[in-house]
């Protein structure tokens, strides 16, 4: 099959996003004759911040949208002359999910329904961004390659199938251009500190308990958001129409071992980690085959331990992000998803922190 066409103006839906946001930063440096368009509903995930810094780059540009609105999403496509959308946008929260799955059908699902939709009107190019949690829990010595069953246990991980699947139909009922990533449990700059490592590393500079679901011996392919970015590069420029790639470092470590990493570096006290119950449905590993990704010229820059450490300093020079962030609609959130864990932990309650993915 011939290699798709270089993309040269871009409609990145969630740039505003955390593998947003990176991804449009690495583009425009990778790429400075390119024009990007940010389409984001700027959510509480989905913050300007993120892309502090590059709002004057020349081929950069916002237009505030919801995936889920037809007309909204053509018309940004149309103005900016786009040919090719990449999909970020989703909700991709799994202890939220849990609480409000609707909104996750909404955006995940229907809103990338919507997209494929303006893709095929306008004759468009799609990538879409998935997750490793499609394929659900994964048990020792196996490993999901693309081909494997998908098999999500939680309302996002679901939503993220649906979405994965509509992708596939476009291209085989319609001939739609598309390709998909997988990726697995990605870290870094501008993570939300909801998300279990930008929460750990903010709750020990902040010297307060890291809870941490269950035992914690969750098994999760921790990788570094600017490989993320270079693998999914490496599928716009050399990647086939109508296949998936998924996008890790083959390697996993416990979710016990990130929080001691990230104490680890930032100087904590390992006593502030606090087992507290689990999630219902919690995936017990994630863990994917990477080589078809390789074989396309890929290699993670870094593994596990590395890519949370890094994760981590970020997080400790660049407080004046997520200060900000951790009062208000999160305290809130939290008190709420979690007073009652931490009260039947052994350890001491703080009405201000979490665990989760």
């Known amino acids: 099959m011939p290699a798709l066409p270089s993309p040269r103006r871009l409609l990145v839906t969630g740039g505003c996003g955390f593998i947003g946001s990176n991804f449009v930063r690495f583009w425009l440096h990778r790429h400075p004759e390119s024009r990007v368009v940010v389409y984001d509903r700027l959510t509480y995930a989905g913050r300007r911040e993120n892309l502090t810094g590059l709002w004057g780059h020349p081929g950069l540009s916002l237009v505030v949208g919801d995936i889920a609105?037809?007309?909204?999403?053509?018309?940004?496509?149309?103005?900016?002359?786009?040919?090719?959308?990449?999909?970020?946008?989703?909700?991709?929260?799994?202890?939220?999910?849990?609480?409000?799955?609707?909104?996750?059908?909404?955006?995940?699902?229907?809103?990338?329904?919507?997209?494929?939709?303006?893709?095929?009107?306008?004759?468009?190019?799609?990538?879409?961004?998935?997750?490793?949690?499609?394929?659900?829990?994964?048990?020792?010595?196996?490993?999901?390659?693309?081909?494997?069953?998908?098999?999500?246990?939680?309302?996002?991980?679901?939503?993220?199938?649906?979405?994965?699947?509509?992708?596939?139909?476009?291209?085989?009922?319609?001939?739609?251009?598309?390709?998909?990533?997988?990726?697995a449990n990605t870290v870094g700059p501008y993570q939300h500190p909801e998300k279990a490592l930008p929460l750990f590393s903010t709750n020990a500079l902040l010297g307060e308990p890291l809870p941490l679901y269950g035992d914690g011996l969750q098994?999760?392919?921790?990788?570094?958001?600017?490989?993320?970015c270079r693998g999914i590069e490496t599928v716009l420029l050399r990647g086939e129409s109508g296949q998936v790639?998924?996008?890790?470092?083959?390697?996993?470590?416990?979710?016990?071992?990130?929080?001691?990493?990230?104490?680890?570096?930032?100087?904590?006290?390992?006593?502030?980690?606090?087992?507290?119950?689990?999630?219902?449905?919690?995936?017990?590993?994630?863990?994917?085959?990477?080589?078809?990704?390789?074989?396309?010229?890929?290699?993670?820059?870094?593994?596990p331990r590395e890519a949370v450490a890094r994760a981590a300093r970020w997080y400790a020079a660049n407080r004046w992000w997520w200060e900000p962030i951790r009062g208000g609609e999160f305290r809130s959130y939290y008190r709420r998803q979690y007073a009652h864990r931490l009260t039947g932990d052994a350890g001491v309650p703080s009405p201000d922190v979490s665990g989760g993915e």
């Not at 306008?122 to 997750?131: E, F």
Request: net charge negative; aromatic share 6%; charged share 25%.
């Open 69 to 183: 609105d037809q007309a909204a999403v053509r018309g940004a496509c149309q103005e900016n002359g786009t040919d090719l959308i990449v999909n970020f946008a989703a909700e991709s929260h799994v202890d939220r999910s849990i609480l409000g799955p609707l909104a996750f059908t909404d955006t995940n699902v229907r809103g990338t329904q919507v997209l494929l939709e303006v893709a095929r009107e306008l004759g468009l190019r799609l990538h879409h961004v998935s997750t490793d949690e499609v394929y659900g829990d994964i048990p020792e010595g196996r490993r999901s390659e693309e081909t494997s069953p998908l098999s999500p246990r939680s309302p996002y991980a679901a939503s993220k199938a649906a979405a994965d699947h509509l992708v596939g139909a476009y291209h085989v009922t319609y001939g739609l251009p598309v390709t998909i990533t997988r990726g």
């Open 245 to 303: 790639y998924n996008v890790g470092t083959g390697e996993e470590i416990t979710n016990r071992e990130m929080a001691r990493i990230v104490l680890e570096t930032l100087g904590g006290n390992q006593g502030l980690v606090r087992h507290v119950a689990d999630r219902p449905g919690h995936d017990r590993r994630y863990a994917m085959n990477v080589d078809k990704l390789r074989a396309l010229g890929w290699e993670p820059g870094c593994g």
């Open 219 to 228: 098994r999760r392919d921790y990788t570094h958001v600017g490989d993320h």
